[in-house]
């Protein structure tokens, strides 16, 4: 009898490596570090060691393969520096221009729209204060996901990205998952 597969939901802290193993050897934390997941354990795409929020983790291929492709949503809780406005939201969900392994590329057409601050729990490297002028808040829900993308996008947009949290993957939402727990689960989608 097949061994069953595991799932699970986690809540990546800011400055962790979504990977098991770190191939530079540099003293960053992995997604081993909080918790004893069983081997052949994957992540789910991937935050940046700057990135926090929803990460999803699997033991199954075939369920990592589905989620990626871009079939399901991906929400993103975006803190810029400046002030966005409705120019820079139809920019970002017509789609922008940023670069990618060298080439220049198009975003495809997404969601984007201002949002109140979400009040997340501080984290633990302080992102600057007040008087290096203004900050704002968006959300940007794309199906696709390059590298460093959603950074990428503001960028291009003229609103570099201070924090960037991952809300949600599909149906599956962070919620109210503190930062480093993991929640096992019977199924992801």
């Not at 570090?33 to 926090?52: K, N, W």
């Not at 968006?138 to 199906?143: A, D, F, K, T, Y």
């Amino acid at each position: 009898m097949a061994e069953k597969h595991r799932h699970f939901i986690i809540h990546k802290p800011w400055g962790m490596i979504s990977q098991f193993v770190n191939p530079a050897k540099r003293k960053k934390k992995l997604l081993g570090d909080l918790y004893d997941f069983p081997e052949g354990t994957m992540a789910i795409g991937r935050l940046d060691v700057p990135s926090e929020g929803l990460l999803l983790l699997t033991t199954d291929g075939k369920v990592s393969a589905e989620i990626r492709s871009n079939k399901y949503e991906k929400e993103y809780y975006v803190q810029v520096d400046g002030i966005v406005t409705e120019k820079e939201i139809k920019q970002l969900k017509n789609g922008v221009e940023i670069g990618f392994n060298g080439k220049k590329y198009t975003t495809k057409p997404g969601k984007a729209f201002i949002i109140d601050d979400p009040k997340f729990p501080l984290r633990s490297q302080k992102i600057r204060d007040e008087r290096h002028g203004p900050t704002s808040w968006v959300s940007i829900i794309i199906r696709e996901g390059k590298f460093r993308q959603v950074r990428k996008m503001t960028a291009a947009v003229g609103l570099p990205t201070l924090r960037l949290i991952r809300v949600r993957i599909g149906d599956i939402k962070l919620d109210n998952l503190e930062v480093g727990n993991i929640l096992e689960v019977d199924k992801l989608m």
